[in-house]
């Protein structure tokens, strides 16, 4: 866990390990916060079961299931702080850009899973400007990156990590605006 007792990247990506559950930390951390900005809720439903990831993987143990929790309790927090403190959980600064970038593509495609598996009636009232958002996000998990001048490529994958940041915000905001929060079942 990171020093302020949040659950951080190398946590996440420790469960995915121990789980064998065939997914990126960032694209796990994605898929959560896009299905919870999109309305979804968790109540009366594990994490694992909501994003649809209980196929094929290892039980977890308690522990896991605490980890879990609190990292859904973490995003939801994060989702709605007044104080637009959220991030997409990626690599630490001090990984390789490659890697970091690679991380927001991951993050961005889980983010439109489980924008997806919210399901909620919301989706169909969005704004122009959360269409186009959702519309730039997919952009953004389609993309492949090549790279030349380090000090330019850092400043647009920060700038890059900025909009999905605000983005995702005002994504969340919408759909929860629009009513109760979606069962969690796709039917």
Known sequence: MTASGLVGHDDIDALIMRLRLG????????????????????????????????????APTQEDRTLLDRLARQCESELADPELGFEPLLPEDDRPLTERAEA??????????????????????????????????????????????????EDALIEVQEFVRIGVMLLHTECTAHGAPASGRIH
């Open 23 to 58: 997914t990126e930390a960032s694209e796990l951390h994605g898929s959560l916060c896009g299905y919870l900005a999109g309305g979804g809720s968790l109540r009366g439903t594990s994490v694992l079961a909501a994003l649809q990831l209980e196929d094929d993987m290892s």
């Open 104 to 153: 927001m593509v991951d993050w961005c495609r889980g983010f439109l899973g489980g924008f997806g598996l919210a399901g909620t009636a919301a989706h169909a009232q969005l704004s122009d400007e959360a269409q186009e958002i959702l519309r730039d996000v997919a952009t953004i998990a389609g993309s492949s990156f090549d790279f030349g001048d380090e000090d330019e490529d």
